[in-house]
């Protein structure tokens, strides 16, 4: 068997200098030409970095290349961060893939996004032409309803912080380390008027999609079960149970040949925390199954049961 490696890379940014993007790349054989080989890209979501979460594990267990990296004014890649700016994180993700396509000869031919990256990710895929020969995305934790956020926990602290100081100084640990980064009420109006929409006819018919869920995620909350044999038979789900893990089945889940795979992990929350092992089980096993033409259509899915949508 092939030594897997592991590479630091630290790509200029063609578009902002100052904000060079540091990544690792995971090599099954660097010691083979990698002209036309496949390779996949992992994203990581807000205020995270490329070893967050289950990004470092799903890399070091793929049956493939992969890259994953820090967007920009995250962990290593220098830069300001910003709430709403979605649009930056795609370009960064468009700099990495044009550097992995013209320096390594890479293709990409997966996308795996948590949260924040998920939505960065589907934007790329439903306008970048270097996304054409993707053939298997997937979505951990995707909000579609970006206004929902206005109802959040965090929002509610942080209109305190805008009423008195027109900002609000948001500390989290990124990497072990405290970060605190500036929020103010036009990041948040950015946030919430991002398009999600695109999705429904701009997403490329091709692409297989896993969509994957906590039922305890508090951050974009899911369907609730059962609610669930009502909602599929609604188009569009009906105001006030239009959960987003449902939208993005909804959309993604009447595209020739592509497919969607909803799947809903019991007890598990945003982050997965406690889960990430398994959750890593999950793609890999979803993964395969698609390779060996096992999930030919839509539907939900839990290890060993099938429900079609």
Not at 9 to 26: F, K, N, Q, R
Not at 187 to 196: A, K
Not at 221 to 231: N, Q, V
Request: proline share 4%; charged share 20%; with cysteine.
């Amino acid at each position: 068997m092939a030594e897997r490696s592991s590479t630091k890379l630290l790509i200029p940014h063609s578009s902002a200098p100052e904000c060079s993007i540091t990544g690792v790349l995971e090599q099954l054989d660097a010691g083979k030409s990698t002209h036309g080989r496949k390779i996949a890209i992992i994203l990581h979501g807000s205020m995270g970095h490329k070893d967050y979460l289950f990004q470092r594990r799903l890399a070091q267990r793929l049956s493939q290349d992969s890259f994953r990296f820090d967007f920009r004014g995250n962990h290593e890649s220098p830069g300001v961060w910003c709430y709403g700016a979605f649009q930056d994180d795609v370009d960064d993700l468009c700099v990495v893939v044009q550097y992995l396509q013209t320096v390594y000869g890479y293709v990409v031919d997966m996308v795996v996004g948590h949260s924040r990256g998920s939505i960065v990710g589907m934007r790329w895929l439903c306008t970048a032409p270097e996304a054409r020969n993707v053939t298997n995305f997937i979505n951990a934790s995707g909000r579609y309803r970006m206004n929902k956020v206005l109802e959040s926990e965090h929002l509610k602290i942080w209109q305190d912080g805008f009423a008195a100081d027109g900002y609000y100084d948001w500390t989290t640990t990124v990497a072990r380390k405290p970060v605190t980064v500036r929020v103010h009420p036009a990041d948040v109006d950015l946030f919430v008027s991002w398009d999600t929409s695109l999705v429904w006819d701009k997403f490329p018919a091709n692409i297989h999609v896993l969509t994957i869920h906590g039922l305890s995620d508090k951050t974009v909350p899911p369907c609730a079960l059962r609610y669930f044999a009502y909602l599929v038979d609604t188009d569009p789900p009906l105001p006030g149970y239009s959960y987003d893990a449902l939208i993005y089945a909804r959309a993604l889940g009447t595209r020739s040949p592509g497919t969607h795979t909803l799947h809903m992990v019991e007890d598990a929350d945003h982050n997965f925390t406690g889960n990430q092992d398994q959750l890593v089980d999950y793609m890999l096993e979803w993964r395969d199954l698609h390779e060996q033409g096992e999930l030919k259509s839509s539907g939900l899915w839990k290890t060993g049961v099938r429900g079609k949508l």
